[in-house]
């Protein structure tokens, strides 16, 4: 399997397409647009993007769903491990200037403020633990994993930074074919993006069919629709297989008060939600 993914070697993004899928080929991108685009130009490439984090909220993602509408086939909570990284022979007090990707630093926020670091964004975790080790410099770290810090011959001046140490990302793989698993007796998600109508109460009445028959929503996000401020869509992520009676129902009266409705995703429900 080929897994497109942001960042380079050693990104929490590649780690966790590696864990669902040991011995698959990854592909870096420089950008969440580029493993869009390179999964819907290409069957056989998939995109693994991370979609939201239990510490900092949503990742930023939902414009790019939107505009792909790529199908989801498998949800996978990593673990996210922050590590202050260094050059070798460096210490903690020789740091000034940390670097990271904007959501390590705002995970890593008592650490970082504890021991009065300048925070430094870039593009990735992994990028960042790279540019460090080309600057040789000691009062320059990284926050990164420690598959970041063996890949660019880092050390591990202080492990697990992160403010929640049970931080976990939710990671979703994604590609252009449509797919969803048998519906059987395990536990699924089906993901649904939508448009409503414009008429007064809308949201309310479109969401009753849930209500009624008794279906749980585990997440609901609307954001603007391009050049728009008056205009939404809903991303709907609802516990269930979109084959069982009650989904089906529900669906049906939710299509009602839509003016578009594009079912994303139905997969298997990954175990970290039963914890």
Same mark, same amino acid.
Request: a positive charge; aromatic letters at 12%; glycine letters at 6%.
């Given at each position: 399997?080929? =897994? ?18 040991? !011995?698959?080929?990854? =592909?870096?991108?420089? @950008? ?23 510490? @900092?909220?949503?990742? !930023?993602?939902?414009?790019?769903? +939107? #505009? ?20 070798? !022979?460096?210490? =903690?007090? /020789?740091? #000034?200037?940390?670097? $990271? ?5 705002? &995970? $890593? %926020? ?24 080309? @600057? ?6 990284? =926050? ?15 492990? #697990?930074? &992160? ?7 939710? +990671? ?7 797919? &969803?698993?048998?519906?059987? #007796?395990?536990?699924?998600?089906? $993901? ?25 929503? %585990?997440?609901? &996000?609307?954001?603007?629709?391009? /050049? ?14 979109i084959e069982s009676e009650k989904i089906k129902n529900s669906l049906e009266e939710l299509g009602l008060h839509c003016e578009d409705m594009h079912v994303l995703g139905v997969y298997n429900s990954d175990k970290f939600r039963q914890k």
């Open positions: 399997m080929k =897994i497109a993914y942001q960042g380079i070697a050693g990104s929490y993004s590649e780690s966790c397409a590696k864990e669902m899928y040991p !011995g698959c080929e990854t =592909i870096p991108c420089k @950008t969440f647009d580029e493993c869009f685009e390179r999964a819907n130009s290409d069957n056989s490439i998939k995109s693994i993007i991370p979609e939201s984090n239990k510490t @900092t909220g949503n990742i !930023g993602v939902e414009y790019l769903i +939107f #505009k792909y509408r790529l199908n989801i086939y498998a949800e996978h909570f990593y673990p996210i491990k922050h590590n202050l990284l260094g050059i070798k !022979g460096s210490k =903690i007090t /020789n740091i #000034k200037d940390v670097y $990271s990707h904007a959501q390590a630093l705002s &995970q $890593s %926020t008592e650490f970082i403020k504890k021991n009065n670091f300048n925070e430094n964004i870039r593009a990735d975790t992994a990028g960042s633990a790279k540019y460090v080790s080309e @600057t040789n410099d000691k009062t320059k770290g990284a =926050i990164a994993s420690d598959l970041s810090a063996e890949i660019y011959n880092l050390e591990i001046l202080k492990e #697990k930074i &992160q403010d929640d140490k049970n931080n976990v990302t939710r +990671f979703l793989l994604m590609g252009k074919d449509i797919y &969803q698993p048998e519906f059987k #007796k395990d536990k699924y998600i089906t $993901s649904i993006l939508f448009k409503l109508k414009s008429k007064p109460a809308a949201l309310y009445s479109a969401l009753s069919g849930f209500a009624i028959n008794g279906i749980n929503m %585990t997440k609901l &996000q609307s954001f603007p629709e391009k /050049n728009s401020f008056s205009s939404y869509f809903f991303l709907c992520d609802i516990d269930g297989h």
